[in-house]
């Protein structure tokens, strides 16, 4: 089932400047050392891309290849979830 807003296509204006966005973070994460933020930040902006692209595909027409590119984004998700949760209890567990 898909949302209403789903068939619309995308603003690539909104877009370019969310990776533009994304990448000036990334590289400030990177100067200034914070390897593990950066890393996570490079996760979920790959996430965004992989899904926005399956988007892509799926407006064109392409629906079982765009099928493999959400797959792939979620596996990038739960990547970085699980990744975030294994800190998030080893910091409450001290």
């Given at each position: 089932?898909?949302?209403?807003?789903?068939?619309?296509?995308?603003?690539?204006?909104?877009?370019a400047?969310?990776?533009?966005?994304?990448?000036?973070?990334l590289?400030?994460l990177?100067?200034?050392?914070?390897?593990?933020?950066a890393?996570?930040l490079?996760?979920?902006?790959?996430?965004?891309?992989?899904?926005?692209?399956?988007?892509?595909?799926?407006?064109r027409?392409?629906?079982?290849?765009?099928?493999r590119?959400?797959?792939?984004?979620?596996?990038v998700y739960g990547?970085?979830?699980?990744?975030?949760?294994?800190?998030l209890?080893?910091?409450?567990?001290?």
């Open positions: 089932m898909s949302s209403p807003d789903e068939s619309e296509p995308l603003n690539w204006t909104s877009v400047a969310l990776y533009a966005g994304l990448l000036l973070g590289g400030g990177l100067y200034w050392g914070d390897y593990r933020n890393a996570w490079a996760l979920l902006g790959t996430g965004g891309g992989l899904t926005a692209y399956g988007r892509v595909l799926a407006n027409g392409a629906t079982q290849t765009a099928r590119w959400k797959w792939a984004a979620g596996l990547v970085f979830f699980l990744w975030a949760g294994t800190v209890v080893r910091a409450l567990l001290g």
